[in-house]
Nanobody
Framework: VQLQASGGGLVQAGDSLRLSCAASGRPFSWSTMSWFRQAPGKEREFVAATRDRNGGIFYADSVKGRFTISRDNAKNTLDLQMNSLKPEDTAVYYC??????????????????WGQGTQVTVSS
């Protein structure tokens, strides 16, 4: 089972980026899929989550209104559209997945599968 994150890069404040997480190795059966990020010198934090079968979409307050999470079960992908990027969005972004419909979707230990991370750098 692999999750492969891609799409990171260096952009200026106000720009947009779209991250993608491709899943391989097993049928796309994860119930909860999410994005986390880790900024330099800080702990990894929750960014956004989506639960299948109309289980809801959730965002951290810091990205609400700017980021959009989406999943395509046919393509086995999880995306994160990031608009109006700010320097404080600079971090390594990780995708994560669980076969369970997580209540504690902000808790990292709830997830069984993780991607390797993709770097997003936003200059001022």
């Amino acid at each position: 089972v692999q999750l492969q994150a891609s799409g990171g890069g260096l952009v200026q404040a106000g720009d947009s980026l779209r991250l993608s997480c491709a899943a391989s190795g097993r049928p796309f059966s994860w119930s909860t899929m999410s994005w986390f990020r880790q900024a330099p010198g800080k702990e990894r934090e929750f960014v956004a989550a989506t639960r299948d079968r109309n289980g809801g979409i959730f965002y951290a307050d810091s990205v609400k209104g700017r980021f959009t999470i989406s999943r395509d079960n046919a393509k086995n992908t999880l995306d994160l559209q990031m608009n109006s990027l700010k320097p404080e969005d600079t971090a390594v972004y990780y995708c994560a997945a669980s076969q369970n419909r997580l209540v504690k979707y902000t808790t990292q230990s709830s997830y069984t599968d993780w991607g390797q991370g993709t770097q997003v750098t936003v200059s001022s």
